[in-house]
T-cell receptor
Framework: AQTVTQSQPEMSVQEAETVTLSCTYDTSENNYYLFWYKQPPSRQMILVIRQEAYKQQNATENRFSVNFQKAAKSFSLKISDSQLGDTAMYFCAFMKQYPGGTSYGKLTFGQGTILTVHP | NAGVTQTPKFQVLKTGQSMTLQCAQDMNHEYMSWYRQDPGMGLRLIHY???????DQGEVPNGYNVSRSTTEDFPLRLLSAAPSQTSVYFC?????????????FGPGTRLTVL
C-alpha cells in the first residue's frame, strides 16, 4: 500500500508572490503517476498538474510547476505569481500503474493543504 | 456532455436509515469510483469499478455497498447509516488512453447522519 503525506495543513501567501506546497509519499512501486488537485470553496476537484514517475523532467502548467524527486519520494508544487483565485485546498495524490499501464482510476490522496492568497 | 453527475447534493439522515447516493456519467468511461472526504484525512477510496458487473473494495468499504449494472451508473448504498458516515462523497470516472487515466470528478454529496 502507498501513503501520501502533506505536512502543511495551512499556508498563506501574498498576491503575486511564490509559494511552495510540500508532499511526500511512500511506495514500493516503480511505475506510478503523481497529481496535484485544487479544491476551491465550490468543492469541485480540479486537476492542476500531473507527473509521470518515469519522466525525469518536472511538469509545468503555466504558473504551476513541480519539483519531483523520485529517490526522495518528494513531489512539491510551486505556484508563481499567486492570484486570489488560487485560494483553495490543494491535494497531492498518487496513482499506481498496473501491468499494461492502467491504474483503474484508483487514487491515494494526502490530507490536503489550505492555501490562502492575500491581496 | 453532462460529465459526472451526483444526486442529491445534500442529505440529512437519521442513524439506521438507508439511502442510495446516485452517480452517473455520460462519457462511456470504463472506470468509476467513490471517495469520501473528511477533514484532515483527504479523500479515501470506498469502492471502485473497472466495468459493468465488476466492482471491488477500496480503502474504507465497510458500511457501503455498490453495484454496476450499466457503464453509466454507479450507485453507492448505505444500508444502515451511522454518524461516522457523515462526510462529503465524491464519485469519479476515468478511462485509460494509453499513457494515463484522466479522472473526472462529480460535484460531491454532503451527507450528515444524526
Amino acid at each position: 500500500a502507498q501513503t501520501v503525506t502533506q505536512s502543511q495543513p495551512e499556508m498563506s501567501v501574498q498576491e503575486a508572490e511564490t509559494v511552495t506546497l510540500s508532499c511526500t509519499y511512500d511506495t514500493s512501486e516503480n511505475n506510478y503517476y503523481l497529481f496535484w488537485y485544487k479544491q476551491p470553496p465550490s468543492r469541485q476537484m480540479i486537476l492542476v498538474i500531473r507527473q509521470e514517475a518515469y519522466k525525469q523532467q518536472n511538469a509545468t502548467e503555466n504558473r504551476f510547476s513541480v519539483n519531483f524527486q523520485k529517490a526522495a519520494k518528494s513531489f512539491s508544487l510551486k505556484i508563481s505569481d499567486s492570484q486570489l483565485g488560487d485560494t483553495a485546498m490543494y491535494f497531492c495524490a498518487f496513482m499506481k500503474q498496473y501491468p499494461g499501464g492502467t491504474s483503474y482510476g484508483k487514487l491515494t490522496f494526502g490530507q490536503g493543504t489550505i492555501l490562502t492568497v492575500h491581496p | 456532455n453532462a460529465g459526472v453527475t451526483q444526486t442529491p447534493k445534500f442529505q440529512v439522515l437519521k442513524t439506521g436509515q438507508s439511502m442510495t447516493l446516485q452517480c452517473a456519467q455520460d462519457m462511456n468511461h470504463e472506470y468509476m469510483s467513490w471517495y469520501r472526504q473528511d477533514p484532515g484525512m483527504g479523500l479515501r477510496l470506498i469502492h471502485y469499478s473497472v466495468g459493468a458487473g465488476i466492482t471491488d473494495q477500496g480503502e474504507v468499504p465497510n458500511g457501503y455497498n455498490v453495484s454496476r449494472s450499466t457503464t453509466e451508473d454507479f450507485p453507492l448504498r448505505l444500508l444502515s447509516a451511522a454518524p461516522s458516515q457523515t462526510s462529503v462523497y465524491f464519485c469519479a470516472s476515468s478511462y485509460w488512453r494509453g499513457d494515463t487515466d484522466t479522472q473526472y470528478f462529480g460535484p460531491g454529496t454532503r451527507l450528515t447522519v444524526l
